[in-house]
Structure formats: C-alpha cells, structure tokens
C-alpha cells in the first residue's frame, strides 16, 4: 500500500485495504440519512465488521458504537475516516499510537477527512494510507450514482491505477 515515498495511492492499495474484513467507520453519523450511515450499512450487508465510532453515541445500526480507536477490543485492520479535517490529525495519531497501520480518509468531493497535516504525519509512520476517494466507487456491482462518479474519475484521469 501507499508509503512515504509512494505519494500517490494506486488500485492495488485500494484492493488490500477492501481486502480487510474488520474496519472501523470513524464519524458515523447519529443521523441515519447521512452518507456515512449508506456506507456503514452497505459494508455491513458486504460482510464487513464494521465497528461505528462517534463519542456522541452509544449504538448505531444495532452495533456498539465506540467513543474512540483505542477503545475498541479485539482492535480492528483498519479504519476509514470520515470526520471534519480538523480531528482527522487527531484520529490518526490514535490510530498509530494503538498499532493500526491501514487508514482511508474518506473523500467523494471538496476536502473530505483529508488534511494535510494527517496525511503527512501517515507518510511519516508508514501508514499504508488511502488519501481521499469514496470506497463505493471501488465496487464492481455498486449503484448508479457510484458508478458514474467512478466514470467521472476515470475520464478526468483521477482514477487510481
């Protein structure tokens, strides 16, 4: 995957880390119409153990909803980031400090959970990191909606290879 000298994350990173099978959904949502509610339910219905972290809940989708990282045992492979820039630094030190080393930071337009004080503090502990990107576009039988915007990445030369 991605690494300090490999700035640019390719299809291969992207696979790997959809390859994981226990990930953590950091800043799900307590409003169930939010996107980060869809992906939540679309990862679980693909066989995903999803673990929803939000110090502002207790449960989400019938599942414990975490406060932070740290706090989840057994801990997960991976977490995809879906806050505000401005905690996304913050949740990534906690992931390094407790061991995880495959990180996406959620992105399908405008900045996302991508800061740039995150990515580089990732590139500077070897975090395998998936810089931006929605992982719905990576699903060969995802919905229209995703497909299109995969279409779009693609032809504006965006699209990871």
């Known amino acids: 995957m991605a690494n300090a000298s490999n700035h640019r994350t390719g299809l291969r990173?992207?696979?790997?880390?959809?390859?994981?099978q226990r990930v953590a959904l950091v800043g799900a949502s307590t409003n169930t119409k939010d996107f980060s509610r869809v992906l939540f339910r679309e990862l679980l219905e693909r066989g995903y153990d999803?673990?929803?972290?939000?110090?502002?809940?207790?449960?989400?989708?019938?599942?414990?909803c975490y406060a932070h990282v740290s706090d989840i045992q057994p801990p997960v492979d991976g977490v995809l980031?879906?806050?505000?820039?401005?905690?996304?630094?913050?949740?990534?030190?906690?992931?390094?400090e407790v061991g995880i080393k495959d990180i996406w930071l959620y992105r399908a337009?405008?900045?996302?959970?991508?800061?740039?004080?995150?990515?580089?503090?990732?590139r500077e502990h070897k975090v395998n990191l998936?810089?931006?990107?929605?992982?719905?576009?990576?699903?060969?039988?995802?919905?229209?909606?995703?497909?299109i915007h995969r279409s779009f990445k693609k032809l504006l030369?965006?699209?990871p290879v």
Not at 13 to 20: A, E, Y
Not at 81 to 96: A, G, K, L, Q, Y
Not at 130 to 142: K, L
Request: net charge negative; glycine share 6%; aromatic share 8%.
């Open 50 to 64: 999803v673990i929803p972290v939000n110090p502002a809940a207790s449960c989400l989708e019938d599942r414990h």
């Open 130 to 147: 998936i810089e931006g990107y929605c992982p719905m576009m990576f699903f060969e039988d995802a919905g229209l909606i995703h497909r």
């Open 13 to 20: 990173d992207i696979r790997t880390f959809l390859s994981l």
């Open 109 to 122: 337009m405008g900045q996302g959970a991508v800061s740039p004080n995150a990515v580089s503090y990732c």
């Open 81 to 96: 980031v879906m806050t505000p820039p401005s905690v996304t630094e913050d949740i990534v030190r906690e992931c390094v």
């Open 157 to 159: 030369g965006n699209y």
